[in-house]
C-alpha cells in the first residue's frame, strides 16, 4: 500500500520543485498567495458555543468531530439530526495580514465554495452575500483589511428557512421527483425546497442518498494579493493536428490593476513554444498567442493507445515579475457525432477518428458530506473505474461539478467524462435572478474544467425532460393550470435551450452540448433510434434482465439493479439485531420506494431463499451482477447501432443499498469484477437470442484479431459432453457471431444433462486466453449444482499474497472473504470449473498468519 502511493507523491513533488525554479528563473511573482484554513471555530447562531472547525468543512462533520452528534450514518441517526439544517451557523478565524501585502495593487479572498447562503463579514463590515454552492467568489478586500490580526466570519443561513421563503412567493408548485426527500428532512408541508438553491441536489436526499442538507465552507478559501496583473484564466484552443504537428492558441484572460505593457508566453515543460509582446489595459480582458507541438502524441482512451499529456505553462512577464498559470492538455479530436442514418439518427463519440464504444458507469458523489472526501478515495474510485476497462464515466447532474483532481486522474487514466450540469430530476424556477446566477455557476465550471482531455461533452440536465414529456408531469400540471404549466416549461426551456447552451457556445465552442439526458434531441424526448437512454424497465418495470439486450437504443446512457453493502461494510453501520432486508435500519439505508421488494422478487425467481442475512447478501451481489452482466454484453454485441453502456452506479455517499459497482468503504461489489470482464477490450459471449444459442465475439481494439475460438459443454464433474474449436479472424472494431446452433436441437439432444452442464467459450490469442465467459441453460434453482471440495494454497506474493485455488466439481460463484480485514481481492464471485485452475491476488498488508486465521471461501450453493 506504502509501496503504492510513495510514487505519484514524489513525482508531484519533484514536479512542484521544478515548476518552482522556473518561476524563479523568469522573476520574482506577481502575486502571493495564502490559504486561510486554520484557527476557524464555529457557532450555532442564538447560542455561544464557539467550538474549533475544520476548513474546508461542513456544520456535520464539524458537529461531529465535537462529539455533539452521533455519527449520522450510523443505524437511524440520520433521522435525529434534522434539525441541523434548520438552525444558522456561523464560521470564525483569524488571520495575520503583513503591512507590505496591502500595498499590494489588489488583495483579494478568494472563496472557492460556499455552501450556500453565506453572508461574508470582513473586520466586521460585510463584503459578500453568497447563494451558489458551485460558484467561486473572488472578493476585492484591500480596503476592508488592515496590518495585522483580520478577522473573517460566515454566516449560513438555513438553507431550508431560505427555500421555504422563496417556495412561499413562488405562488404555485413547481414539479419536483420524490428525491426530494421533505418529508424524512421534516420540512414544513413536507415542501420540496432543494430547487430553488443553486446547491447540490442529493443533499436533499435521494433514491440512494440520506437526507442531510449541510452548510459549510466546502472549498478553501485563499488570501490573493498581487501587483500589476493576475491571469486569471489560461484556456489552450486546439487549432489543428496532423502527424507532423499540432497547432493551438493560448488565450489568456487577464484581470490587471493598471495598463502597462507585459510580455505572455508559453512553454511545454522547459520548452519554449511562444512569446508575444502586449499592451495591457486596466480591468479584464483576452489576450491571445498561437503556439505548435511538433509530432504530436495523441491522447486515446483506455484500451486504445497512452493518453499522453503535455504540461503547458502560461507566464504573464510585467515589470520583471511573473505571473503563471499551469495547466495540462490532451491532444485529441472527439466529435459527438449526430448522423442520420437508416434507423434513425446515431449518438457515438468519434475519438481521433475513429468510432469508439462507451464502456462506464455513472458516477454521484463519494460522500453526502464532500470536505472528507480525500485524494485517496477519489484515486481508488478513478482506478476502479480504470482496472474495470471504462473508458467513460457520467457525472450525473444531481450531485457536484467534481474538484479538479477528479478531472486530472480520468486526464490521466484515459477515462471520458459525460458531464452533466447540475440540474436533475425536477423542472426549475426560471426568475431572471435564478438565469443569471446558473449562467455565472456555468461559465466558472466551463471555464474551470474546459482544458481537460477527459471531458467529452457537456449535458443540460438528468430526466428532466423525461419527467416532464414522459412522467406525466406536463398533463398533470396543464390540467391545474395552463398558464403555470406554460411558464414551467419556459423556464426549462431559457436555462437548457438558452443559457446553458449559449456559455458552452461562448466558452467552450469545441465541445458539444446535449440539452438532456435521456433525449433525443433538444426538446425531443428519448426514442430507441436517435439519442440516449434511461433503461428503468429492469428494476421499475420488473421486466427480466434478457431484456438489456433486446431494448437496445443508441447509447444506454443508465440501467441497474440494486445490491446491499457486503457484510463487512453491513457491520460498519447496523448491528445483528438489524440484519434483516425489512427491519427498520435496514429499510432506512434503502431509498428506493420498491427497494427490497425487488431485490427479493428478481432472486426468487432465480435462486431460492438464502439461508441466513450474510448469504441473501452474498446471493444479491451475485444477482446484480449476473443481471448487469445482460446489459454490458447486450449492448457491446449491438454495436455500431447501440455505442454506449454506462450502468447506474459505480459508487455510493453512504452505506445503503443502491445500484453501486462498488459500495461506500470503496469495497468492489461482485458487479465490480463482472463489469471489468464485461467491458474487457475484446469479449467472447455465448448468449440466446430468438430460436438459437450464440457466440458473439467484440473487439474494440482498432486493429483486427486473428484467434482460436474453443468452445465445450462441460458437466459439473468436468465430463466434456461437447466440443468445437475453430480459428476466427475478427475485424477491427467490430461486432459479431461467430457460432449459432438451433435451441430446440440442443435441447433435445442434451436434455438428460441440461440440469448439470455449463457452456465455455474462451478465445485465444497467441497462446494467451484474452476473453472467457460461461453460460447456464437454465436459472441457478433449476441447476444440480454440487457441493464442491476446494483446495488452496497460499504464498507470499508482492503487495500481499497468491491464492491458488482448484476444485473437483463445478464452484459456483467463488466468493473470498477475510472478515473485517482490508484487501484487494484480484477476482472474486468467479466460477471454478473442474480441472481449471485460477491464482487470485490479495492486496492486503495482513501478516499470512492472521490470513489464515480470517480466510473464508464460500461458493452458491451453500447459500440455500
Ligand atoms: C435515474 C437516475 C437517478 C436515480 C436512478 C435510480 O433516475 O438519474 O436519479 O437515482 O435512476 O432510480
Known amino acids: 500500500m506504502i509501496a503504492i502511493i510513495r510514487w505519484p507523491i514524489l513525482a508531484t513533488f519533484a514536479l512542484l520543485i521544478l515548476a518552482a525554479c522556473t518561476t524563479n528563473q523568469a522573476g520574482p511573482n506577481l502575486m502571493i498567495q495564502k490559504e486561510l484554513n486554520t484557527n476557524w471555530t464555529f457557532n450555532q447562531v442564538g447560542q455561544n458555543e464557539w467550538l474549533p472547525a475544520t476548513v474546508p468543512g461542513t456544520v456535520h462533520t464539524d458537529l461531529l468531530a465535537n462529539k455533539k452528534i452521533e455519527d449520522p450514518f450510523y443505524r437511524l441517526n440520520e433521522h435525529d439530526l434534522q434539525w441541523i439544517d434548520k438552525e444558522d451557523w456561523e464560521y470564525k478565524t483569524t488571520f495575520t495580514v503583513e503591512a507590505a501585502l496591502l500595498k499590494m495593487d489588489r488583495v483579494e479572498l478568494d472563496f472557492k465554495g460556499l455552501d450556500t447562503y453565506a453572508d461574508v463579514m470582513l473586520n466586521g463590515q460585510q463584503i459578500a452575500s453568497t447563494d451558489n454552492m458551485f460558484r467561486e467568489y473572488t472578493i476585492n478586500a484591500k480596503k476592508v483589511l488592515k496590518p495585522g490580526d483580520n478577522e473573517l466570519h460566515i454566516v449560513f443561513r438555513s438553507p431550508i428557512t431560505e427555500g421555504i421563503k422563496k417556495y412561499d412567493a413562488q405562488g404555485y408548485v413547481i414539479p419536483v421527483s420524490d428525491n426530494d426527500l421533505a418529508k424524512i428532512g421534516q420540512v414544513e408541508g413536507d415542501k420540496q425546497v432543494s430547487i430553488y438553491t443553486r446547491k447540490a441536489g442529493y443533499h436533499f436526499g435521494w433514491d440512494w442518498g440520506p437526507r442531510l442538507v449541510t452548510s459549510g465552507i466546502w472549498r478553501p478559501v485563499f488570501l490573493n494579493a498581487w501587483d500589476e496583473a493576475k491571469i486569471e484564466n489560461l484556456q489552450i484552443v486546439q487549432q489543428e493536428v496532423s502527424e507532423e504537428k499540432a497547432s493551438f492558441t493560448a488565450i489568456f484572460e487577464v484581470d490587471a490593476a493598471k495598463k502597462g505593457k507585459a510580455q505572455i508566453s508559453i512553454k511545454n515543460d522547459d520548452l519554449q513554444l511562444a512569446s508575444k509582446a502586449i499592451n495591457l489595459v486596466e480591468g479584464i480582458k483576452t489576450y491571445s498567442v498561437d503556439f505548435e507541438i511538433e509530432k504530436p502524441k495523441l491522447w486515446w482512451t483506455i484500451g486504445l493507445g497512452e493518453p499522453h499529456l503535455y504540461n503547458i505553462e502560461g507566464t504573464l512577464l510585467a515589470d520583471e515579475r511573473t505571473s503563471t498559470k499551469n495547466t495540462r492538455i490532451g491532444i485529441r479530436t472527439l466529435e459527438l457525432v ?6 434513425g439518427t446515431s449518438f457515438y463519440f468519434k475519438l481521433n477518428g475513429h468510432p469508439v464504444f462507451m464502456k462506464g458507469a455513472n458516477y454521484i458523489p463519494n460522500d453526502v458530506f464532500l470536505p472528507r472526501v480525500t485524494e485517496e478515495n477519489y484515486r481508488t474510485v478513478v482506478e476502479t473505474a480504470k482496472n474495470s476497462n471504462n473508458n467513460m464515466l457520467r457525472i450525473w447532474g444531481g450531485g457536484i461539478y467534481e474538484n479538479d483532481l477528479f478531472y486530472e486522474l480520468c ?14 430530476c425536477a423542472m426549475f424556477p426560471g426568475d431572471e435572478a435564478f438565469l443569471d446566477n446558473v449562467r455565472h455557476e456555468a461559465i466558472d465550471n466551463v471555464k474551470r474544467l ?32 395552463e398558464e403555470n404549466a406554460d ?14 447552451p449559449d456559455v458552452v457556445k461562448e466558452f467552450d465552442p469545441q465541445r458539444s452540448y446535449w440539452a438532456s439526458s435521456p433525449s433525443s434531441g433538444m426538446g425531443v424526448p428519448a426514442d430507441l433510434v436517435n439519442g440516449d437512454e434511461h433503461y428503468w424497465g429492469v428494476w421499475w418495470g420488473k421486466e427480466p434482465f434478457e431484456t438489456y439486450a433486446t431494448h437496445l437504443p443508441r447509447f444506454m446512457s443508465e440501467y441497474g439493479f440494486q445490491s446491499f453493502p457486503e457484510i463487512a461494510s453491513v457491520r460498519k453501520y447496523a448491528t445483528p439485531e438489524d440484519y434483516d432486508i425489512f427491519s427498520e435500519v435496514m429499510k432506512s439505508h434503502q431509498r428506493s420506494s420498491i427497494g427490497n421488494g425487488t431485490i427479493e422478487y428478481y432472486m426468487l425467481k432465480e435462486y431460492k431463499k438464502p439461508k441466513d442475512f450474510e448469504s441473501f447478501l452474498y446471493v444479491n451481489h451475485v444477482l446484480q451482477a449476473e443481471g448487469i452482466k445482460f446489459g454490458l454484453e447486450g449492448h457491446r454485441r449491438a454495436m455500431p447501432f447501440c455505442m454506449g453502456s454506462l450502468y447506474w452506479q459505480i459508487n455510493d455517499c453512504w452505506p445503503v443499498a443502491s445500484w453501486s459497482s462498488t459500495d461506500y468503504y470503496q469495497k468492489w461489489k461482485a458487479l465490480q469484477y463482472y463489469v471489468k470482464k464485461g467491458f474487457s477490450q ?16 467484440v473487439n ?46 440442443w435441447r433435445y439432444k442434451y436434455r438428460k444433462q441440461l440440469k448439470n452442464v455449463v457452456f465455455t467459450a474462451e478465445l485465444i490469442e497467441n497462446g494467451q486466453v484474452i476473453s472467457k465467459n460461461n453460460y447456464y441453460f437454465l436459472p441457478f434453482k433449476n441447476l444440480n449444482v454440487p457441493e464442491p471440495q476446494i483446495e488452496y494454497a497460499i504464498s507470499k506474493a508482492e503487495d500481499g499474497f497468491d491464492i491458488a485455488l482448484k476444485t473437483d466439481k463445478l464452484a459456483k460463484n467463488v466468493y473470498l472473504q477475510i472478515e473485517d480485514e482490508e484487501g484487494f481481492f484480484s477476482d472474486n464471485y468467479f466460477d471454478l470449473l473442474p480441472n481449471e485452475k485460477a491464482t487470485i491476488h490479495l492486496k492486503t498488508i495482513i501478516s499470512e498468519e492472521k490470513l489464515n486465521e480470517v480466510l473464508s471461501i464460500r461458493t452458491l450453493d451453500d447459500a440455500f
Open 700 to 745: 474494440d481494439r482498432l486493429e483486427p484479431l486473428h484467434a482460436e475460438l474453443r468452445m465445450r459443454m462441460v458437466d459439473f464433474s468436468g465430463q466434456v459432453i461437447w466440443e468445437e474449436a475453430h480459428l476466427v479472424d475478427i475485424p477491427a472494431n467490430s461486432s459479431d457471431d461467430y457460432f449459432d446452433v438451433n435451441k430446440n436441437e
Open 487 to 500: 411558464k414551467i416549461w419556459q423556464a426549462y426551456v431559457d436555462i437548457f435551450h438558452k443559457t446553458l
Open 450 to 481: 474546459r482544458n481537460h482531455p477527459s471531458i467529452a461533452m457537456w449535458c443540460g440536465n438528468n430526466e428532466i425532460l423525461a419527467a416532464w414529456k414522459g412522467w406525466g408531469w406536463e398533463n398533470a400540471e396543464r390540467a391545474k393550470s
Open 338 to 343: 449526430r448522423e442520420k442514418d437508416k434507423h
Open 682 to 697: 475484446v469479449l467472447v459471449s455465448p448468449y440466446e437470442e430468438g430460436i438459437k444459442y450464440k457466440v458473439g465475439i
Open 411 to 424: 486526464d490521466e487514466a484515459g477515462i471520458l467524462i459525460w458531464q452533466d450540469f447540475m440540474f436533475a
